[in-house]
Each structure stands twice: as structure tokens, then as C-alpha cells.
């Protein structure tokens, strides 16, 4: 008797993959096909343009003007190659989705999170603060991924920024068929000699001309010295590294704009809840604790210095420097914790979603106290001891946790709150954005001249190395300690002239105001 067919009884039911569980696991090859054709050339010279801008732009050692061009460029750049027609029908099927369950779509915030990543870039435009550019650079990355990527919940941010790092290299093969088009084009039409003649020709003629208008006017000469780069090897081998830089993360972009993937899986709700009583009796605990400390921290808020002077063995450095730390470490701390209690708590009936109002809603309401009592102890320090840039960012970063906790306690009046992890992002980015309008080494500055007078010791080291940003505020100064401080903020932008690619609004305002200033520091002994 022959065998049975093995299709016999598999028919009944259904076929099991080779590898892994079923069902499969979720991957990026699941739900990021990629795009379903190749980069049109449009897309390309779009991309090559921008980068090509960045290449001569972009000052690599400092902030300034150029990184606002680029990111200007940039973002017209994606603009172009998401809206330029493309001339050939797809090829490859559409990306994958799940039936009934739509991808989310950014709609108005794609463009406040484009927004925010054009003003991170430009701050250097109006800010000489090193640390300040960088910081900016670094935020305007997640900003960046956001607005090509997406993402609602946690998960589908964190998602969006690690895409962000690996669609740059994706997209590689993506951009250079589109390349390969223009190339074949080219070819059929035997145009590449017209194209070469034509480069060559205006090059020649910018040159004679631009030659002898420079020789008959010396005011044009200085222009086009200035607008022209120093075409030495380390100029050509910058810009080619930062031609390619930019050529991958504006790719990576517009691959991400072009096939975003499938984030549904990701933006649907936790399902594993845990019982009533496992949540409720530690977080209940918890705010009980919450509350004694609170009830402690009241009365040093009320009681001001007194309750520095007053307590036996307690200095100023103590009580703030020690206690702020701890106190910033259990902000964070409880943030998560309420992060994962409405995440898995309960909410099937009514006594679930009282439980999630009243615990959750204690826990973050008496953080909020925390919040407060860590920035009156920072207030207390920097006003005995000095602000410095690192006791400014830890206040901003203890500012944005008690917004974080107040949009919390926001989102519990309906227990949905999917524009929440947004917002927190949102929160910290307009701080950032606000802490560059406000001008922090200047702030710094006026704070501790202030905070000097009458007969409080400052530190003149500390202040000479500030930024250009802080000379505005440095004029409040005495005439000794102004030649002691300025001078050395003057030699360093004596070092580092200003071409437009590294114009900032700061360091020019500087310069003028430091213009006839001794570049010999005088008068620092004693002083302070």
C-alpha cells in the first residue's frame, strides 16, 4: 500500500515555519521592506545638493551660521524628494501591514519635531557656548529621527532612533540605483561631454572675471577672499567626510519618509496586567513614605536658611551639594516606577481606575514637593557657593521632572494619555530651546556679579572661562577685575576668526564690545 502524502494531513492545519515560534517573532524584515523602487534622481540630486552644501558650509570646530544653512538645505532637501514625481511605477509590492491595524501617521507632528530639529542646529547661529552647541547637536539627532520615523508610545520613539542609526545604511543601496539611472541616462543621451563642457566653461568664467574684479576693487577682493575656502588637503579631506556624513543621514532620512515601517505592533497597549494587590500594596507603601518625607520637607522649605544655621553640624554644602543628588536620583526613580504601575496595573472596573487616580496621582503630587525642595536646596547653593554650567543643567533637568510629573497628573484625569510620552519629549526640548534663549553663560554671569555684592567673595577663574556669551554681563564687573577676566576671553576669539560659515550673533557681539580691550590680564592677584 503506498505511502500517505505528507500534504494529507498537514492540510488540516495550519503550515508551521522552519524556524522560530509561531507565529514568527516581529522584525524589522517583517514590517521595513523598504521602499517598493529605487530613489528617483531627483531624489538623488536633491540629497547630493544638500550635502554638497553642508560640505563647504558646515564649520566642524565651532557653532555658527553654516549648521543653520545645512539644516536649512536639509530639510528642503527631503521636502524635494518626498514631493518630486517619480518617473518610473513601483516594482516591489507595498510595504507590509497587518490587517486592521493602520500605521500611525505623524500628521502636525512631523513637522514640530522638523521644526525643533532646524532651531537645535541654528542655536550656534546666536550662541558661542561650546557645550551648549554640542548639546543642542545631540538632541536635534532624536528630534531628527522623530520627524522622519515617528512614534507615539516609549517604545515606538526608541524604536524610531535606533531605526534612524540603521537606515543611513539601508538606504546605501536604495540611492545608488537611483545614481545607476542618472548614470544610464546620461550614456543613452551622450550628454556627458556637454555636462563636462558646460562645468568647465562656467568655472573659466568665474574665474577671469572674478580675478579682475578683484583686482580693481579691494573692498570686493576682501569679500571673495572671505566667502572663498583655503583649498588646502585637510580642507578637501573635511569636506569630503562631511560630504559623505551628510549624504548618509539625509538618506537615511528620505528612505524613512519614503517606506517608513510598521510601528502598530509596537503602539498597541500592554495586555499583561498584573493583580490588584500586587501594585497596589507597594506603590501604597510607598506614598506613605512619600508622605512623611514630604511632611519633613515642608518645614526646611518654610524654614528657609534658619534651618541651615539652626541644625547642629549642617553647612550650606551639606544640605544642597548632598541632598540635591539624592533627591534627583529618587525624581527619576519614581518616574519609571509610575511609568511601569500604568503600564501593567488593572483598570477593568471602577475600583481598578480609582486605585490607578488616587495612588498614582499621591505618588506624582508629592514628587512634585520633591521637585521643589531639590531646586530650594540648589537655589541655597548657588546663591552661597556660585552657578556654574554643571548646577544649571542638573536645576533645568530637575525643572523638566516636575513637568514631567504635572503632565502625568494631567494625563490621569482619563487614564489615556497617548499623547504623553510626546510631551515629556516635547517638555525637554522647548527647555533646551529656552535655556539657549536665555543666554546661560551670560546668566551665569550676571548671577554670580550679583550675588557677589556687597562683600561676598566670586570666582574670576571661573568667569574668564565662560564664553563670548557671558561679555555683555562681564561689563558689570570693577575696572581690576574686568582686565582680569576679559582678556582672556579676547585672546580666544582673537584665535579663532570668523569667516560666515562661523558667524555667531555672539561672538560678533563680543568682539565689538571687547574692541580696544588689553589682551594682557592684569590685577587677578588678590581679586575675587
Known sequence: MPAQPATATASARPERPLHGPWPPPPSWGNHWPGPARSASPATVVALLGAAVIAAVSIPLDRGGLGWLVTALAGTAALILARRLPHPE???????????????????????GWSAATVALLGVGTIRSAGWLVLLCLATALLTGALATAGGRSTRAMTLAAMMAFAAPFRAV?????????????????ASGVRVAATV?????????????????????????????????????????VVFLATALILGGAAYLRAAAPDQSGV????????????????????????????????????GGSRHVLETDGLTYANYARG????????????????????????????????????????????????????LHRMQL???????????????????????????????????????????????????????????????????????????????LHYLSTLSADAVPALEG???AQRYCVLPSIARSLDGRADDWRGWSFGRERARVLLAGMPRQSFGCAGQG
Open 89 to 111: 511605477p513601483a516594482t516591489l509590492p507595498p510595504p507590509l501591514t497587518r490587517p486592521g491595524t493602520p500605521i500611525h501617521r505623524l500628521g502636525p507632528a512631523r513637522f
Open 381 to 459: 547653593y548657588s546663591d552661597t557657593y556660585g552657578l556654574t554650567r554643571l548646577r544649571m543643567l542638573v536645576a533645568l533637568c530637575e525643572l523638566w521632572f516636575g513637568v514631567a510629573f504635572g503632565l502625568i497628573l494631567i494625563a490621569g484625569i482619563r487614564l489615556r494619555a497617548s499623547w504623553l510620552p510626546r510631551a515629556v519629549v516635547a517638555a525637554a526640548v522647548l527647555g533646551l530651546l529656552g535655556l539657549a534663549a536665555v543666554n546661560p553663560d551670560g546668566l551665569i554671569a550676571d548671577h554670580n556679579i550679583t550675588r557677589s555684592e556687597p562683600s561676598r567673595r566670586i570666582d
Open 173 to 189: 543601496p536604495w540611492l545608488t540605483r537611483g545614481l545607476g539611472r542618472i548614470q544610464v541616462k546620461t550614456q543613452n543621451r
Open 477 to 479: 564687573l570693577s575696572d
Open 267 to 302: 503602539d498597541r497597549p500592554e495586555t499583561r496586567r498584573v493583580a490588584r494587590l500586587e501594585w497596589a500594596i507597594p506603590l501604597g507603601l510607598l506614598v506613605l513614605l512619600f508622605s512623611v518625607f514630604v511632611a519633613v520637607q515642608l518645614a526646611v522649605l518654610f
Open 200 to 240: 568647465a566653461v562656467s568655472v573659466a568664467l568665474l574665474v577671469v572675471f572674478g580675478a579682475l574684479f578683484a583686482s580693481a576693487d579691494p573692498a570686493f577682493a576682501d569679500l571673495l577672499s572671505g566667502g572663498l575656502p583655503d583649498l588646502r588637503a585637510g580642507t578637501v579631506f573635511r569636506w569630503a
Open 323 to 374: 541632598g540635591f543628588w539624592q533627591l534627583l536620583v529618587a525624581t527619576g526613580l519614581t518616574l519609571a516606577v509610575l511609568s511601569g504601575a500604568a503600564r501593567w496595573a488593572p483598570r477593568a472596573n471602577r475600583t481598578d481606575r480609582v486605585l490607578i487616580r488616587v495612588i498614582l496621582g499621591a505618588l506624582a503630587a508629592l514628587t512634585l514637593v520633591i521637585v521643589a525642595s531639590a
